[in-house]
């Protein structure tokens, strides 16, 4: 069974710049998450669907972040502009019921 | 809000020698308590669920236990290859079984040959 797949793999960036993550959960996982996991923490859920709708995204900064899932399947997380503290790893999740299964993230260096 | 506080931050083991590490998580009301292990540069890979008070779960060399207040992960006879970031986390029971979970900051386990 394939994992979750995620895209890119790395990003660096110039502050202000725009940023888009890609994400394709396990096939029939109705949802799905997008944490943040900076250095030496551990994730934090910044998005949650269930299906295309949006569950819980209480954490998103939603002045510069915007996610969306078209069809109920793949998943875009999109930053605009970027500032240096949004370096990190962002780490894309499915489930089917309440066990989690992370893709391999993408890591982000905003300079 | 969920807590969760792991510790020691890092440990270092020679191979062999058996250790634990622990997982202390405040909750309203415990769905789940979920270890994952995390290799350098990658996501993190499921290891066990634990649901209830008294519940153990074992993997090759790792046993995980669940009281009501801390979880554990003990580690027997520990290989190089073990070594990696133990992460823990809780699920709520409020929000339901695709809820979020509240992440500790994670232990980074370094064996020695």
């Known amino acids: 069974e394939a994992g979750v797949a995620q895209s890119p793999r790395y990003k660096i960036i110039e502050k202000r710049q725009s940023v888009a993550f890609w994400c394709n959960p396990i096939?029939?996982?109705?949802?799905l998450y997008w944490y943040q996991q900076i250095l030496g923490q551990g994730p934090k859920l910044l998005i949650q669907?269930?299906?295309?709708?949006?569950?819980?995204d209480s954490q998103l900064p939603k002045d510069r972040f915007s996610a969306e899932r078209l069809k109920g399947v793949d998943s875009t997380l999109k930053i605009q502009p970027a500032k240096l503290e949004d370096s990190a790893v962002y780490l894309c999740?499915?489930?089917?019921?309440?066990?989690?299964?992370f893709g391999p993230g993408t890591r982000l260096l905003v300079l | 809000e969920d807590q969760v506080t792991q510790s020691p931050e890092a440990l270092r083991l020679q191979e062999g020698e058996s250790s634990s590490l622990n997982c202390s998580y405040t909750?309203?009301?415990?769905?789940?308590l979920f270890w994952y292990r995390q290799d350098p540069g990658k996501g993190p890979e499921f290891l066990f669920t634990?649901?209830?008070a008294g519940e153990e779960k074992e993997k090759e060399r790792l046993k995980a236990t669940l009281t009501k207040k801390e979880s554990f992960l003990h580690i027997t006879a520990p290989k190089p290859e073990d070594s990696a970031t133990y992460l823990c986390?809780?699920?709520?029971?409020?929000?339901?079984?695709?809820?979020?979970?509240?992440f500790g900051k994670g232990i980074t386990l370094s064996v020695r040959p």
């Open positions: 999740a499915s489930s089917q019921e309440e066990t989690q299964y």
């Open positions: 096939s029939g996982h109705a949802t």
């Open positions: 669907f269930q299906n295309n709708g949006v569950v819980d």
């Open positions: 909750v309203s009301g415990l769905r789940g």
């Open positions: 634990l649901y209830s």
């Open positions: 986390a809780v699920q709520g029971r409020y929000a339901g079984a695709n809820s979020k979970l509240t």
